[in-house]
């Protein structure tokens, strides 16, 4: 098992920066492919980013490339997503996840965390 805790969400002006941050339980977390999705108002669940077990490979979602970067640090059993240049659009709650596999599906994805809540203000 794996407990997954988000946090770093909340209220930031559009063009402000914002770094989430997902805290795993347990001595696997090296073992799993992290991922970051997000759930607006009224739409699904969208892939955001995902990190292999190492950290050396990540892939994005083409509207966020460029402004989110996602890493982990495997000896705090922690992954973030760093956010720059926010925009309304980017209002959303935000998860993190784990599986298995090298994947950008969340039906794919093991764990999730509860989701932290983030608002960008025009």
């Known amino acids: 098992q794996v407990q997954l805790v988000e946090s770093g969400g909340g209220l930031v002006q559009a063009g402000n920066s914002l770094r989430l941050s997902c805290a795993a339980s347990?001595?696997?977390?090296?073992?799993?492919?992290m991922a970051w999705f997000r759930q607006a108002p009224g739409k699904e669940r969208e892939f955001l980013a995902v990190?292999?077990?190492?950290?050396?490979?990540?892939n994005y979602v083409d509207s966020v490339k460029g402004r989110f970067t996602i890493s982990r640090d495997n000896a705090k059993n922690t992954v973030y997503l760093q956010m720059n240049s926010l925009k309304p659009e980017d209002t959303a709650v935000y998860y993190c996840?784990?599986?298995?596999?090298?994947?950008?599906?969340?039906?794919?994805?093991?764990?999730w965390g509860k989701g932290t809540l983030v608002t960008v203000s025009s």
């Open positions: 996840a784990a599986s298995p596999q090298f994947s950008t599906a969340a039906r794919l994805m093991a764990y």
């Open positions: 347990g001595r696997t977390f090296s073992t799993y492919v």
């Open positions: 990190i292999d077990w190492t950290g050396r490979v990540a």
